[in-house]
Protein backbone atom coordinates (compact mmCIF):
# COMPACT_ATOMS: atom_id res chain seq x y z
CA UNK A 1 0.00 0.00 0.00
CA UNK A 2 1.33 3.82 -0.67
CA UNK A 3 0.85 5.21 2.52
CA UNK A 4 1.60 8.30 1.53
CA UNK A 5 -0.95 8.41 -1.10
CA UNK A 6 -3.29 6.87 0.92
CA UNK A 7 -2.56 9.82 4.07
CA UNK A 8 -3.52 12.62 1.74
CA UNK A 9 -6.71 11.06 -0.15
CA UNK A 10 -8.02 10.80 3.34
CA UNK A 11 -7.16 14.23 4.26
CA UNK A 12 -8.44 15.48 0.95
CA UNK A 13 -11.79 13.45 1.32
CA UNK A 14 -12.06 14.57 5.17
CA UNK A 15 -11.83 18.74 4.61
CA UNK A 16 -14.22 17.89 1.31
CA UNK A 17 -16.56 16.15 3.54
CA UNK A 18 -16.46 19.21 6.52
CA UNK A 19 -16.75 21.44 3.76
CA UNK A 20 -19.71 19.84 1.90
CA UNK A 21 -21.34 19.50 5.72
CA UNK A 22 -20.90 23.63 5.78
CA UNK A 23 -19.18 22.33 9.13
CA UNK A 24 -15.46 23.80 10.20
CA UNK A 25 -13.73 21.23 11.83
CA UNK A 26 -13.72 17.88 12.97
CA UNK A 27 -14.30 16.31 17.27
CA UNK A 28 -12.71 13.39 17.72
CA UNK A 29 -12.55 10.41 20.81
CA UNK A 30 -8.93 9.45 21.59
CA UNK A 31 -8.70 6.04 23.41
CA UNK A 32 -5.28 5.38 23.30
CA UNK A 33 -6.00 2.55 20.57
CA UNK A 34 -4.19 2.63 17.55
CA UNK A 35 -7.23 3.16 15.28
CA UNK A 36 -8.32 6.00 17.37
CA UNK A 37 -4.34 7.17 16.77
CA UNK A 38 -4.29 7.42 13.21
CA UNK A 39 -7.56 8.88 13.09
CA UNK A 40 -6.76 11.94 14.90
CA UNK A 41 -3.33 12.25 13.00
CA UNK A 42 -5.22 12.38 9.81
CA UNK A 43 -8.05 14.71 11.12
CA UNK A 44 -4.93 17.16 12.30
CA UNK A 45 -3.09 16.87 8.93
CA UNK A 46 -6.56 18.20 7.67
CA UNK A 47 -7.58 20.41 10.32
CA UNK A 48 -4.69 22.02 12.31
CA UNK A 49 -6.58 24.54 14.02
CA UNK A 50 -9.55 22.86 13.59
CA UNK A 51 -9.56 19.58 14.97
CA UNK A 52 -10.42 19.20 18.87
CA UNK A 53 -9.59 15.46 20.22
CA UNK A 54 -11.30 14.35 23.48
CA UNK A 55 -10.17 12.06 25.89
CA UNK A 56 -13.16 10.07 27.90
CA UNK A 57 -12.28 7.99 30.88
CA UNK A 58 -14.65 5.71 32.08
CA UNK A 59 -13.86 3.25 34.16
CA UNK A 60 -10.63 3.15 31.90
CA UNK A 61 -7.18 1.99 32.32
CA UNK A 62 -3.94 4.29 33.19
CA UNK A 63 -2.64 2.99 30.29
CA UNK A 64 -4.93 3.80 27.98
CA UNK A 65 -5.41 7.53 29.82
CA UNK A 66 -1.11 7.86 29.49
CA UNK A 67 -0.73 6.61 25.71
CA UNK A 68 -3.77 9.06 24.38
CA UNK A 69 -1.62 11.81 26.38
CA UNK A 70 1.32 10.61 24.49
CA UNK A 71 -0.05 10.88 21.39
CA UNK A 72 -2.00 13.82 21.41
CA UNK A 73 1.49 15.69 22.90
CA UNK A 74 3.41 13.94 20.33
CA UNK A 75 1.44 15.29 17.59
CA UNK A 76 0.62 18.68 19.73
CA UNK A 77 -3.28 17.58 19.18
CA UNK A 78 -5.21 19.82 21.06
CA UNK A 79 -7.48 17.90 23.67
CA UNK A 80 -9.76 17.94 26.32
CA UNK A 81 -9.62 15.74 29.21
CA UNK A 82 -13.54 14.80 30.35
CA UNK A 83 -14.25 12.21 32.82
CA UNK A 84 -17.43 10.08 32.49
CA UNK A 85 -17.17 8.18 35.76
CA UNK A 86 -19.42 9.87 37.87
CA UNK A 87 -21.82 10.14 35.14
CA UNK A 88 -21.66 6.55 34.12
CA UNK A 89 -22.33 5.01 38.05
CA UNK A 90 -25.44 7.62 38.03
CA UNK A 91 -26.76 6.28 35.62
CA UNK A 92 -25.74 2.80 35.74
CA UNK A 93 -27.85 2.99 39.47
CA UNK A 94 -30.44 4.89 38.13
CA UNK A 95 -30.89 2.15 35.61
CA UNK A 96 -30.52 -0.60 37.65
CA UNK A 97 -33.05 0.63 39.73
CA UNK A 98 -35.89 -0.89 37.67
CA UNK A 99 -33.61 -3.82 35.45
CA UNK A 100 -31.06 -5.46 36.76
CA UNK A 101 -29.28 -8.30 35.07
CA UNK A 102 -26.64 -10.74 36.39
CA UNK A 103 -23.68 -12.24 34.77
CA UNK A 104 -22.40 -11.37 31.24
CA UNK A 105 -25.69 -9.84 30.16
CA UNK A 106 -25.06 -7.12 32.74
CA UNK A 107 -21.43 -6.67 31.93
CA UNK A 108 -22.31 -6.48 28.50
CA UNK A 109 -25.19 -3.78 29.09
CA UNK A 110 -22.91 -1.58 31.26
CA UNK A 111 -20.12 -2.31 28.51
CA UNK A 112 -22.26 -0.47 25.72
CA UNK A 113 -23.22 2.19 28.02
CA UNK A 114 -19.46 3.64 27.96
CA UNK A 115 -19.13 4.69 24.61
CA UNK A 116 -22.36 5.68 24.12
CA UNK A 117 -22.01 8.08 27.37
CA UNK A 118 -19.11 9.30 25.12
CA UNK A 119 -21.18 9.44 21.77
CA UNK A 120 -23.18 12.06 23.55
CA UNK A 121 -19.94 13.86 24.90
CA UNK A 122 -18.63 14.08 21.30
CA UNK A 123 -21.98 15.72 19.59
CA UNK A 124 -22.19 18.14 22.47
CA UNK A 125 -18.70 19.39 21.70
CA UNK A 126 -18.97 19.02 18.22
CA UNK A 127 -21.84 21.09 17.62
CA UNK A 128 -20.92 23.83 20.07
CA UNK A 129 -17.95 24.67 17.64
CA UNK A 130 -20.19 23.29 14.08
CA UNK A 131 -17.88 20.56 13.85
CA UNK A 132 -18.47 16.99 12.84
CA UNK A 133 -17.74 13.75 15.14
CA UNK A 134 -15.23 11.87 13.14
CA UNK A 135 -15.22 7.92 13.66
CA UNK A 136 -12.39 5.84 14.43
CA UNK A 137 -13.63 1.94 13.43
CA UNK A 138 -11.99 0.34 10.95
CA UNK A 139 -13.36 -2.20 7.45
CA UNK A 140 -12.41 -5.12 9.94
CA UNK A 141 -14.78 -4.04 12.60
CA UNK A 142 -17.36 -2.81 10.15
CA UNK A 143 -17.68 -5.79 8.59
CA UNK A 144 -18.78 -7.95 11.79
CA UNK A 145 -20.41 -5.24 13.43
CA UNK A 146 -17.63 -4.69 16.18
CA UNK A 147 -18.70 -1.69 17.02
CA UNK A 148 -21.78 0.12 20.05
CA UNK A 149 -24.94 0.74 18.05
CA UNK A 150 -25.31 4.20 18.45
CA UNK A 151 -22.39 4.64 20.42
CA UNK A 152 -18.81 4.40 18.86
CA UNK A 153 -21.02 3.44 16.00
CA UNK A 154 -22.55 6.81 16.41
CA UNK A 155 -20.50 9.24 14.33
CA UNK A 156 -20.41 11.47 11.28
CA UNK A 157 -17.50 9.96 9.39
CA UNK A 158 -15.95 6.93 9.09
CA UNK A 159 -12.33 7.92 7.99
CA UNK A 160 -10.85 4.40 8.66
CA UNK A 161 -13.96 2.63 7.24
CA UNK A 162 -12.18 1.07 3.98
CA UNK A 163 -9.34 -0.15 5.76
CA UNK A 164 -8.45 -3.13 7.00
CA UNK A 165 -6.73 -3.36 10.80
CA UNK A 166 -3.50 -4.17 9.43
CA UNK A 167 -3.68 -1.46 6.66
CA UNK A 168 -4.45 0.90 9.55
CA UNK A 169 -1.44 -0.53 11.26
CA UNK A 170 0.60 0.22 8.39
CA UNK A 171 -0.35 3.72 8.32
CA UNK A 172 0.25 3.75 11.75
CA UNK A 173 3.95 2.72 11.46
CA UNK A 174 4.38 5.21 8.92
CA UNK A 175 3.08 8.32 10.65
CA UNK A 176 5.50 6.83 13.46
CA UNK A 177 2.56 6.91 15.64
CA UNK A 178 4.44 5.65 19.73
CA UNK A 179 5.07 1.85 19.13
CA UNK A 180 3.06 1.11 22.23
CA UNK A 181 0.08 2.43 20.75
CA UNK A 182 0.79 0.08 17.74
CA UNK A 183 2.04 -2.93 19.41
CA UNK A 184 -0.62 -3.01 22.02
CA UNK A 185 -3.59 -5.82 22.34
CA UNK A 186 -6.87 -3.68 20.49
CA UNK A 187 -9.07 -3.38 23.01
CA UNK A 188 -12.32 -1.01 23.44
CA UNK A 189 -11.57 -0.72 27.46
CA UNK A 190 -14.96 -1.83 27.82
CA UNK A 191 -13.73 -3.97 30.89
CA UNK A 192 -10.97 -5.07 33.28
CA UNK A 193 -9.24 -7.43 30.25
CA UNK A 194 -11.47 -6.78 27.74
CA UNK A 195 -9.26 -7.70 24.01
CA UNK A 196 -11.29 -7.03 20.63
CA UNK A 197 -10.34 -10.48 19.39
CA UNK A 198 -11.59 -12.19 22.52
CA UNK A 199 -14.72 -10.47 22.51
CA UNK A 200 -15.20 -11.54 18.77
CA UNK A 201 -13.83 -15.19 18.68
CA UNK A 202 -11.27 -14.38 16.09
CA UNK A 203 -8.57 -12.37 15.55
CA UNK A 204 -7.61 -9.70 13.24
CA UNK A 205 -5.45 -11.55 11.08
CA UNK A 206 -8.27 -14.69 10.62
CA UNK A 207 -10.85 -11.04 9.63
CA UNK A 208 -8.33 -9.54 7.47
CA UNK A 209 -7.52 -12.75 5.57
CA UNK A 210 -11.34 -13.53 4.98
CA UNK A 211 -12.22 -10.14 3.38
CA UNK A 212 -8.96 -9.36 1.25
CA UNK A 213 -8.95 -13.28 0.28
CA UNK A 214 -12.17 -14.82 0.83
CA UNK A 215 -10.09 -17.95 2.59
CA UNK A 216 -10.07 -18.97 6.23
CA UNK A 217 -10.60 -22.21 8.30
CA UNK A 218 -14.40 -23.06 7.30
CA UNK A 219 -14.94 -22.53 11.08
CA UNK A 220 -13.71 -19.17 11.13
CA UNK A 221 -15.33 -18.26 8.00
CA UNK A 222 -18.98 -19.27 9.32
CA UNK A 223 -18.15 -17.51 12.48
CA UNK A 224 -16.99 -14.19 10.45
CA UNK A 225 -20.40 -14.48 7.80
CA UNK A 226 -22.65 -14.89 11.20
CA UNK A 227 -21.29 -12.26 12.87
CA UNK A 228 -21.70 -10.62 9.40
CA UNK A 229 -25.02 -10.92 8.91
CA UNK A 230 -26.38 -10.49 12.99
CA UNK A 231 -25.06 -6.90 12.27
CA UNK A 232 -26.30 -5.87 9.43
CA UNK A 233 -28.50 -3.24 11.00
CA UNK A 234 -25.57 -1.45 12.07
CA UNK A 235 -24.46 -0.51 8.47
CA UNK A 236 -28.06 0.49 7.72
CA UNK A 237 -29.92 3.50 8.28
CA UNK A 238 -33.07 2.55 10.77
CA UNK A 239 -36.20 0.67 8.38
CA UNK A 240 -38.72 3.50 7.70
CA UNK A 241 -42.54 2.03 7.62
CA UNK A 242 -43.63 2.63 3.85
CA UNK A 243 -47.70 3.35 3.91
CA UNK A 244 -49.25 2.12 0.79
CA UNK A 245 -51.12 4.43 -1.58
CA UNK A 246 -54.30 2.58 -1.40
CA UNK A 247 -53.95 3.52 2.63
CA UNK A 248 -53.77 6.70 2.07
CA UNK A 249 -57.04 7.09 0.18
Request: charged share 25%; with cysteine.
Amino acid sequence: MNCEAVVQHLVYWLREKVKEAGAQGVVIGVSGGVDSAVAAVLAQKAFPDNCMALVLPCESTTDDLIHSRLLLDKFNITYRVIELDNVYQLMVTQLESYIKLDGSKRRLLRANLKPRLRMTTMYYSAQARNYLVLGTTNKSELTVGYSTKHGDGGVDLQILGDLLKREVLEIARYLHIPSVIINKAPSGGLWVGQTDEEEMGISYQQLDDYIQYNQGETDVMERIQKLNQISEHKRQMPPIAKIPEELRK
